[in-house]
């Protein structure tokens, strides 16, 4: 790896809870060559010398937030079943493979099994830097998701079961004349129950709710 420029979106901005890169390697001077690299910017690295020992850590408790670097040809476990193992789990973690040239095609096939990129030896520190800050932000993003999704969960939470009733009416664009039809209810009452769930869930308009409901597939 030849030495890196360091530029200042390489610099990561403080945050409360720093996300970590991964490393993945059985190759004790490699692996600790790349956490060193990836800590010179300011990055937290966690080392680990096989991906059993990885999943490991991947089984606990936590969520990870980071990215992970591991090389594709590791001892037991290989690079890509670790990545079969990990999408299994539900654990979408950025992933960067670091192949040999042999190994491209292999490296192609995780890569449509899950991984964001993957790098040939030899590469550039600036290289390694560069995708590394690129699976950091895909995973900010992945959280801003998640986290959209896990507010949109608890709202619906607050219906009542008609107030469900009624927005899966409204949501496929019936009217309230026909959700009240359906119902047995009067028209006023449905616009009662309608205008619940629109405060409810936080929706500025119609189609603000219908892209609510299918976002988390309502």
């Keep these: 790896m030849t030495t890196a420029t360091l530029k200042e ?3 990561p901005l403080a945050e409360a809870n720093p996300p970590v890169v991964y490393v993945v390697d059985d190759d004790p001077d490699v692996r600790d060559s790349l956490c060193w690299l990836i ?4 990055w937290a690295v966690e080392p680990f010398g096989s991906a059993d020992d990885f999943m490991k850590r991947a089984s606990g408790e936590d ?3 980071g990215c992970l670097v591991a090389d594709l040809r590791l ?11 990990l999408q299994k789990q539900g654990v979408d973690l950025p992933i ?3 192949t040999g040239h042999g190994d491209v095609n292999a490296a192609v096939k995780a890569f449509k099994s899950g991984c964001i990129d993957f790098i040939e030896k030899p590469f550039s520190d600036q290289a390694l830097l560069d995708r590394v800050r690129a699976a950091l932000e895909k995973d900010k993003e992945q959280q801003r998701t998640r986290e959209h999704l896990g507010e949109i969960s608890r ?4 219906l009542t079961p008609r107030e469900h009733e009624v927005m899966s009416m409204v949501v496929v664009g019936k009217l309230n004349k026909q959700i009240a039809s359906e119902l047995g209810l009067s028209h006023k009452t449905v616009e009662v129950h309608r205008a619940h769930v629109m405060e409810k869930m936080g929706a500025s308009s119609l189609a603000d709710l219908v892209r609510m409901a299918a976002a988390v597939g309502y």
């Design 63 to 65: 969520v990870l937030s």
């Design 9 to 11: 979106s390489d610099v």
């Design 75 to 85: 001892p037991g476990m290989s690079g890509q079943e670790m990545v079969e193992a």
């Design 155 to 158: 709202r619906l939470g607050t």
């Design 96 to 98: 960067i493979m670091i």
């Design 39 to 42: 800590e010179s910017v300011g």
